[in-house]
């Protein structure tokens, strides 16, 4: 079992910069991790994912040279630059049991723990 915590979303200005963190707690051992979003109206969205190791990621072709995904212990990172009013929405931090560290799915449906999730609004 692990527990997930989002800390970090806002309110802030179109062009501005975010970090996102989301905390991990209970047994994190061959965890993979991910960050998915959802707009109002929209299906959820794929936005990043980590292997267990930190040396494999994988971030959503639209979001590539702004968002970047990162981990130290315990806690997984979401770095957002140049923030587009079309960047807002809800973002939650998922995480699964992985068996290899290249695991890096963007697949929603296999992260089994999720966190509350974190509102990040950007005005134009």
């Known amino acids: 079992q692990v527990q997930l915590v989002e800390s970090g979303g806002g309110l802030v200005q179109a062009g501005e910069s975010l970090r996102l963190s989301c905390a991990a707690s209970?047994?994190?051992?061959?965890?993979?991790m991910g960050w998915f979003r959802q707009a109002p109206g929209k299906e959820r969205e794929f936005v990043a994912s980590?292997?267990?190791?930190?040396?494999n990621t994988n971030i959503a072709d639209s979001l590539k040279g702004r968002f970047t995904i990162s981990k130290a212990k315990n806690t997984l990172y979401l770095q957002m630059n140049s923030l587009k009013p079309e960047d807002t929405g809800i973002y939650h931090c998922?995480?699964?049991?992985?068996?290899?560290?290249?695991?890096?799915?963007?697949?929603?449906?296999?992260?089994?723990?999720w966190g509350q999730g974190t509102q990040v609004t950007v005005a134009s």
């Open positions: 209970g047994r994190t051992t061959s965890y993979a």
């Open positions: 998922a995480a699964r049991q992985a068996m290899f560290d290249s695991s890096v799915s963007t697949d929603s449906g296999v992260y089994r723990h």
């Open positions: 980590i292997s267990m190791s930190g040396l």
